[in-house]
């Protein structure tokens, strides 16, 4: 049984950043693409940033300059490099893997406000 485990988030000013890490297990985690998802308060949860086992990011247009995913295969983990925060990032942040969803974590919480 695949799990996720995401960590790294808190409340932090407009402007500035955080570092979110996902560590998976119950799977073999080189193989597969994983991917960052959010969901704000009343809204439904979105992928953000995809890096797959091998090739190219990708990036939605609302994160596309100010976001940097990443991954460690040594330690069976993805990043999610958050810079230039604003307040509509704002939201539950989970890690999953976009071609074969697993349970989702609990996710961690980010929260953009002066």
């Known amino acids: 049984q695949v799990q996720f485990v995401e960590s790294g988030g808190g409340l932090v000013q407009p402007g500035g950043s955080l570092r979110l890490s996902c560590v998976m297990s119950g799977s073999i985690f080189s193989t597969y693409a994983m991917g960052w998802y959010r969901q704000a308060p009343g809204k439904q949860r979105e992928l953000i940033a995809t890096v797959p086992s091998v090739g190219t990011t990708t990036y939605a247009d609302s994160v596309k300059g100010r976001f940097t995913i990443s991954r460690d295969n040594t330690k069976n983990t993805v990043y999610l490099q958050m810079n230039s925060l604003r307040p509509e990032d704002t939201a539950v942040y989970y890690c999953?893997?976009?071609?074969?969803?697993?349970?989702w974590g609990r996710g961690t919480q980010v929260t953009v406000s002066s």
């Open positions: 999953n893997r976009p071609y074969r969803l697993g349970a």
